[in-house]
Nanobody, 113 residues
């Protein structure tokens, strides 16, 4: 199982970013996926999850209404669209395939003026 995240960067408060995670080594369309983040000084926390078909999604309260998780099973990719970004969203964002306990390498998101 391999997960490769991309799309991180630096953005001003109120800005937007879209993260991507390309999966390989398993039948992507059969498994749910999640995004987590680790912000400075805190434990890694769950951000959003999506079912294998994309029909069910869920979000942490801290990002609800601002972040959108989606997936394209045709290209084995899960996305995290982030809008109205805040300074406290700064951190390393990880893709997670919970059925395998596998993590990507993470992508850094920095929200700063």
């Amino acid at each position: 199982v391999q997960l490769v995240e991309s799309g991180g960067g630096m953005v001003q408060p109120g800005g937007s970013l879209t993260l991507s995670c390309v999966a390989s080594g398993f039948t992507f369309s059969m498994f749910s996926m999640s995004w987590y983040r680790q912000t400075p000084g805190k434990e890694r926390e769950w951000v959003a999850g999506i079912s294998h078909s994309g029909g069910d999604v869920s979000y942490a309260d801290s990002v609800k209404g601002r972040f959108t998780i989606s997936r394209d099973n045709g290209i084995n990719t899960v996305y995290l669209q982030m809008t109205s970004l805040r300074v406290e969203d700064t951190g390393v964002y990880y893709c997670f395939a919970q059925s395998f306990g596998s993590w990507g390498q993470g992508t850094q998101v920095t929200v700063s003026s």
